[in-house]
Each structure stands twice: as structure tokens, then as C-alpha cells.
């Protein structure tokens, strides 16, 4: 069976969050046709005490609200941080971690505080001295139960583990030969698997997508989602997927619509504020001609760094793809994702196909005949754009901003 999952989210409790209903979830969850969602800062004690009240603990050990079909997974994102050889900064690397239930949860929150970490944050950080401490805390972690999943998250960006604030040539570096347990890698929103497929490190793993969302709005649950190919809706067949790379697809934003794409300083990081980024060549000390400070270096440049053009390309199954909300709001001529006009056509919409993915895996023909009477002729148009692949991000990405959206243009030759 096909499930749609999103696998990587953040509670309230998170920086950068706001206030994150269950309810509201679970309906956006219904929108997006999303069957599985991460709950998101698990380990947090005031988080786990609302989702705990709220939701059913099932025996497939998943979550599930009430009077609905929207299921919930174990979820959090854990940082470990340690000092290498021959590196000036510390290393810090994000995960994606995945429980089985709530006895593994507590045993982890055990083994926190034996660690000294106090639980008082969302997104707990996990401070290793050395190589050999960092790898003894991973081998620690997983034996807690061996069902639990860890999970480099957005793989390329400043902040993951092969990104450019830490600088490695190689994971191994820093996972050494814990690497037999990473299964799969996040490709976060800057990236997509084409620009992937080329590192060695990541030939022989999964790649899964995200939307790393802090809301339950339209426009974050399911941004990314991974498609598995799975044996019923289960904590244990969620992970054997992965585990044996059953990726039937994912749905990715492109490239340069993510906030690290480009090499760039935005323009509030000079006095003048004019900002800077590079589509191409890049300077090559990597120091921002106007500041003169070290630029933010983008997810593109630092793939090409990584990869091995020798190495034969993994064929992984994407599209790339919008918000639906998005797309109409941008036919509509409004930057408001969310006012009556958009979500009354958003409705209408969900009224013919049911969910999103339904509608973006329809085929041109089935979405310009079934919406002809629903919609003006402008948005279907926009969708079918969409649909295509006619669209990019001009300026794309960079330093923390977002690309531009532009619908209607030639697919940009650098995504």
C-alpha cells in the first residue's frame, strides 16, 4: 500500500513555532492527504502531556486523534554536537529521531539526564567531547530499542551533518562505523534527490523528504512528504521501509525555493542594506565583497563539492511541487496564503479531488475537465503550470530568505 507521511515536524515548544493545535493538525493532515505525521518534540514534557491527553496510543504504536484517520509518529529532533581533530568549530549536526512507543521514550529520557541534559528544551542538544564519546552516545540511543530510527535531517544545509558551517569531506568522520545504522537522509527543503545522488556517502541510502514544519498551516504540513511503499499503516512497516529503501516517491519543493539554496548574505546583513547572492561562480575565499565577512555558502555549491561525477546516478522518484493554497493565492494576484477568496477556492478544489496528492497525482487532462466548472479558467491554469513543472524561484533562495515565486516562467536551468 502507498502512505503518505511527513516525518518531520515541531511543537509549539520549539523555536521559531507557534501555537500548534492537534485539531488543527490532524485537519490539515485531511486536506493534504498526508496518513502519517511527526509529532514532533516527543521527549518534551509539556508537549507529551497534551498529545498523550489527546490522542489514542494504538497497538501498531502510532498515535491517532479521535473520530478521525489522521496518525501520528513518535518524533523528535535531536542535535549532537562534538569537537574533531583538525576542525576549528565544533560539528553540529541535526536528527531526525523516531520511536517506537512510549516505553522508548522514557528510557531516552532517562538516558538524557544520566548525560546531564535536563529536558528543558524542545530540541535537546546532546554535547560529545570527542569522536569516540559521540559515537558511544549513538550506539547508546539506538540500543534503547533497536526499533528506534535516526535520521540525518536536512542533509545539505548550514546546520546537517554534510552542510557547510561544519565543513566535512565525509560523514564518516563524524559517524565512523555507526554509518551501517543510517538507513536514510533527510534532503530538507534546499535540495532534492538529482542533487544528491552523486555524494558517495549517500549512494546507498534512502532518501526521504519533510516539511520540518513549526505550524499546522496549508502552506507547511506536507510542503515535503515521502511516499512509502508499505505493508499495512504501522510504526514497524514505516520503518522496515525505510529500512529497505521502499520509496515509492517524494514530493519536493524545488531547490531554489529553500532558504540555503544559494551561496549569499541577505541585505540586513550590511548598512547600505543591499544583499548579494551567487547563481554561478562563487569568490573563492568565500568572503562577502561588500562586508567583507565569510557568506552564507548554499546548498548547490557545496552538493558540487561533495559529489563524485565518476559514480553512476541513483534513480529516485520525486516531483516537485507547491502548496496547493500557495498556487492559488499566486493566481489570485495575493501574497495572503490564507483570506476568504483563496480558501473558498481552496474548498472547491478539495471538493472535486478530496486531497492534495490525489489532485498533483492526477493527470492534466482529469484536473483541467474536473475543476472546469469549480474554478476560473486563470487558476486551473496556474495548477496545471504547477502540474508541469512551469515554474521557479527568481531571486531564489539564500541566507535564511525564501525564494520568489514565479509561475508561468521556463523551468530555471539551475534547479
Given at each position: 500500500m502507498a502512505l503518505a507521511v511527513d516525518l518531520h515536524s515541531h511543537s509549539s515548544y520549539a523555536g521559531g513555532a507557534g501555537l500548534i493545535n492537534l485539531n488543527s493538525l490532524a485537519r490539515?493532515?485531511?486536506?493534504?492527504?498526508?496518513?502519517?505525521?511527526?509529532?514532533?518534540?516527543?521527549?518534551?514534557?509539556?508537549?507529551?502531556?497534551?498529545?498523550?491527553?489527546?490522542?489514542r496510543a494504538l497497538p501498531n504504536?502510532?498515535?491517532?486523534?479521535?473520530?478521525?484517520?489522521?496518525?501520528?509518529?513518535?518524533?523528535?529532533?535531536?542535535?549532537?554536537?562534538?569537537?574533531?581533530?583538525?576542525?576549528?568549530?565544533?560539528?553540529?549536526?541535526?536528527?531526525?529521531?523516531?520511536?517506537?512507543?512510549?516505553?522508548?521514550?522514557?528510557k531516552t529520557i532517562e538516558w538524557l539526564y544520566k548525560k546531564g541534559h535536563k529536558n528543558t528544551i524542545a530540541r535537546p542538544f546532546i554535547v560529545c567531547r570527542n569522536k569516540h564519546e559521540l559515537r558511544d552516545s549513538l550506539y547508546e540511543m539506538q540500543s534503547i530499542d533497536p526499533m528506534i530510527e535516526i535520521i540525518p535531517a536536512?542533509?545539505?544545509?548550514?546546520?546537517?551533518?554534510?552542510?557547510?558551517?561544519?565543513?566535512?569531506?565525509?560523514?564518516?568522520?563524524?559517524?565512523?562505523?555507526?554509518?551501517?545504522?543510517?538507513?536514510?537522509?533527510?534532503?530538507?527543503?534546499?535540495?532534492?534527490?538529482?542533487?544528491?545522488?552523486?555524494?558517495?556517502?549517500?549512494?546507498?541510502?534512502?532518501?526521504?523528504?519533510?516539511?520540518?514544519?513549526?505550524?499546522?498551516?496549508?502552506?507547511?504540513?506536507?510542503?515535503?512528504?515521502?511516499?512509502?511503499?508499505?505493508?499495512?499503516?504501522?510504526?514497524e512497516s514505516i520503518i522496515m521501509a525505510i529500512r529497505g529503501n521502499k520509496i515509492a516517491m517524494t514530493a519536493e519543493f524545488m531547490p531554489a525555493e529553500g532558504r540555503y539554496y544559494l551561496t549569499g548574505h541577505r541585505a540586513d546583513r550590511h548598512d547600505d542594506m543591499k544583499e548579494i547572492c551567487y547563481k554561478d561562480s562563487e569568490p573563492e575565499n568565500n568572503i562577502c565583497p561588500l562586508c567583507g565577512k565569510k557568506l552564507l555558502q548554499g546548498v548547490k555549491n557545496r552538493a558540487l563539492q561533495l559529489s563524485d561525477f565518476r559514480l553512476p546516478k541513483i534513480h529516485s522518484k520525486f516531483m516537485h511541487l507547491l502548496p496547493l493554497i500557495e498556487v492559488i493565492a499566486y493566481a489570485a494576484g495575493t501574497k495572503q496564503a490564507v483570506n476568504q477568496?483563496?480558501?473558498?477556492?481552496?474548498?472547491?478544489?478539495?471538493?472535486?479531488?478530496?486531497?492534495?496528492?490525489?489532485?498533483?497525482?492526477?493527470?492534466?487532462?482529469?484536473?483541467?475537465?474536473?475543476?472546469?466548472?469549480?474554478?476560473?479558467?486563470?487558476?486551473?491554469?496556474?495548477?496545471?503550470?504547477?502540474?508541469?513543472?512551469?515554474?521557479?524561484?527568481?531571486?531564489?533562495?539564500?541566507?535564511?530568505?525564501?525564494?520568489?515565486?514565479?509561475?508561468?516562467?521556463?523551468?530555471?536551468?539551475?534547479?
Open positions: 490539515t493532515m485531511r486536506f493534504k492527504g498526508i496518513d502519517v505525521f511527526g509529532l514532533g518534540d516527543c521527549l518534551f514534557p509539556r508537549w507529551q502531556n497534551e498529545y498523550q491527553s489527546q490522542l504504536n502510532l498515535y491517532r486523534m479521535k473520530g478521525t484517520n489522521a496518525f501520528f509518529i513518535r518524533q523528535t529532533e535531536v542535535i549532537f554536537t562534538v569537537a574533531l581533530d583538525n576542525y576549528k568549530n565544533r560539528i553540529i549536526a541535526h536528527h531526525i529521531i523516531l520511536f517506537p512507543d512510549d516505553r522508548a521514550i522514557q536536512h542533509i545539505l544545509t548550514p546546520d546537517g551533518i554534510l552542510g557547510s558551517k561544519n565543513g566535512l569531506t565525509s560523514w564518516n568522520e563524524f559517524y565512523g562505523d555507526f554509518t551501517e545504522h543510517i538507513h536514510a537522509v533527510e534532503t530538507g527543503l534546499s535540495a532534492d534527490p538529482l542533487m544528491l545522488c552523486q555524494i558517495p556517502d549517500l549512494q546507498v541510502k534512502a532518501f526521504i523528504s519533510n516539511s520540518d514544519c513549526h505550524s499546522a498551516a496549508l502552506n507547511r504540513v506536507g510542503r515535503e512528504f515521502t511516499i512509502l511503499d508499505t505493508n499495512e499503516t504501522s510504526y477568496k483563496v480558501i473558498s477556492y481552496y474548498n472547491k478544489c478539495l471538493s472535486v479531488f478530496d486531497t492534495e496528492i490525489i489532485l498533483w497525482q492526477s493527470s492534466e487532462k482529469n484536473i483541467q475537465e474536473l475543476l472546469d466548472n469549480n474554478l476560473p479558467q486563470e487558476i486551473i491554469k496556474h495548477i496545471i503550470a504547477v502540474k508541469k513543472g512551469d515554474f521557479t524561484f527568481d531571486p531564489p533562495g539564500y541566507d535564511g530568505c525564501y525564494g520568489i515565486l514565479k509561475i508561468h516562467m521556463e523551468k530555471a536551468n539551475e534547479c
